[in-house]
């Protein structure tokens, strides 16, 4: 089965940057042909998307992170990443990153997510 690691959190200035990291294995697939997404969760609430990135390498974003996130992918390594610049208190939350299930839309196979504090 898949199984997601998320890195590279932690806690950063507000205008700071950090890169999460999302290393992926056991795809039926290859990791090329699966879209990606990154998504966050504030303590109480349901998961939103962040971004995501087709396996044509089209993206997509949040409006409150347009401009300011960028989701890329490393196909040779199964692994996705999250550039967050120009934080703010309220990207404050966990993050997750999941594959999109192919032919379907539900987002599958949660990692444990990576905690960012922006203070």
């Known amino acids: 089965h898949v199984q997601l690691v998320e890195s590279g959190g932690g806690s950063v200035q507000a205008g700071g940057s950090v890169r999460l990291s999302c290393v992926g294995s056991?795809?039926?697939?290859?990791?090329?042909?699966?879209?990606m997404g990154w998504f966050r969760q504030y303590p109480g609430k349901e998961r939103e998307g962040v971004a995501t990135?087709?396996?044509?390498?089209?993206?997509t974003y949040a409006d409150s992170v347009k401009g300011r996130f960028t989701i890329s992918r490393d196909n040779a390594e199964n692994t996705v990443y999250l550039q967050m610049n120009s934080l703010k208190s309220e990207d404050t939350a966990l993050y997750y990153c999941?594959?999109?299930?192919?032919?379907?839309?539900?987002?599958?196979?949660w990692g444990q997510g990576t905690q960012v504090t922006v203070s």
């Open positions: 990135i087709d396996a044509d390498g089209s993206t």
């Open positions: 999941a594959p999109l299930i192919p032919g379907s839309t539900i987002w599958d196979s």
């Open positions: 056991g795809f039926t697939a290859r990791f090329s042909d699966y879209c």
